[in-house]
C-alpha cells in the first residue's frame, strides 16, 4: 500500500519546497505534496529507512488527484529511474 499523504495546507516547510511546474502537465504548480513509497514499490526504502518525495501538481491535476494517483505513482519512479537515483 502507497501513502500519499495529503493535507489542505501544507505547512511552511514543506511550501517552500514547491516545484514551479507540474509533475504531469508542466502548468505552473498550486499545491505540493508528499509520497511516501510503500515497502513493495520500486522506490522503497532501503529496509530500516523512511522514503520521502516532495512532488508538486496543478489545480488542474490535483483537483483530479484520486483518478491520477496510479500515473503520480509511475511518473514519480519513472523520474527516479531516469535521474539513476533508483
Ligand atoms: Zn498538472
Not at 13 to 27: E, Q, S, V
Not at 44 to 51: E, L, S, V
Request: proline share 12%; net charge neutral; charged share 25%.
Amino acid at each position: 500500500m502507497v501513502d500519499m499523504t495529503r493535507a489542505p495546507v501544507a505547512p511552511p516547510w514543506l511550501a517552500a519546497r514547491r516545484k514551479p511546474f507540474c509533475l504531469l502537465c508542466g502548468r505552473p504548480t498550486t499545491f505540493t505534496n508528499v509520497y511516501f513509497p510503500g515497502k513493495d514499490t520500486p522506490v522503497a526504502p532501503p529496509p530500516g529507512k523512511g522514503r520521502m518525495i516532495i512532488y508538486s501538481l496543478c489545480d488542474c491535476c490535483e483537483g483530479r488527484f484520486d483518478e491520477l494517483a496510479d500515473i503520480i505513482e509511475a511518473s514519480i519512479e519513472s523520474d527516479l529511474r531516469a535521474t539513476g537515483a533508483i
